[in-house]
């Protein structure tokens, strides 16, 4: 079956850590996205790649970092440098360019800091 | 910049009551909406979408019209049940980005539902 897997489930971490959350998708998708969702805040956007070894910063991407070097595969650092890293981090992917506003999403990672 | 406005929750409803979840939109150009929902520990689903004024997307029940005279894309479902229990997010696109997808997203409105 064709999806977005995200690993892992559920991450702990101590401040000053960086952390990398893996995002893999096996739907031929171009493009590829991050997502933070924290209660009462909704999701907002942190990095976004239409194409391999290219992306753009989101809304919120000061503290974190990306690279594209595989059409499946987005994998999200966390540095220590991000001032509030406990969240639900959601990767998500659609088809560049469809122009249907549809994103798959994976089942998340839960971050928490100690 | 592009906004979602949609009402705060939680919701709680009892099974087969009517469903009304509000969402109104600012955005420049013209834009599509969704309505995504998160089932509990899961990722978004799209639910429904409706690409131009007047259109009516609809999925499992559920409905929202594209209203450009009040940008609104209300949320409504005639019965709801215990499995409707979700997280459930307005979106639009915004398209201005070479045809990236990016998404707006509301804050988000949980509903429960008892049986």
Known sequence: ?114 | GNSVTQMEGPVTLSEEAFLTINCTYTATGYPSLFWYVQYPGEGLQLLLKATKADDKGSNKGFEATYRKETTSFHLEKGSVQVSDSAVYFCALSDLSNFGNEKLTFGTGTRLTIIP
């Open chain 1, 1 to 114: 079956d064709g999806g977005i897997t995200q690993s892992p489930k559920y991450l702990f971490r101590k401040e000053g850590q960086n952390v990398t959350l893996s995002c893999e998708q096996n739907l031929n998708h171009d493009a590829m996205y991050w997502y933070r969702q924290d209660p009462g805040q909704g999701l907002r956007l942190i990095y976004y790649s239409q194409i391999v070894n290219d992306f753009q910063k989101g809304d919120i991407a000061e503290g974190y970092s990306v690279s594209r070097e595989k059409k499946e595969s987005f994998p999200l650092t966390v540095t220590s440098a991000q001032k509030n890293p406990t969240a639900f981090y959601l990767c998500a992917s659609s088809r560049s360019g469809s122009n249907t506003g549809e994103l798959f999403f994976g089942e998340g990672s839960r971050l928490t800091v100690l």
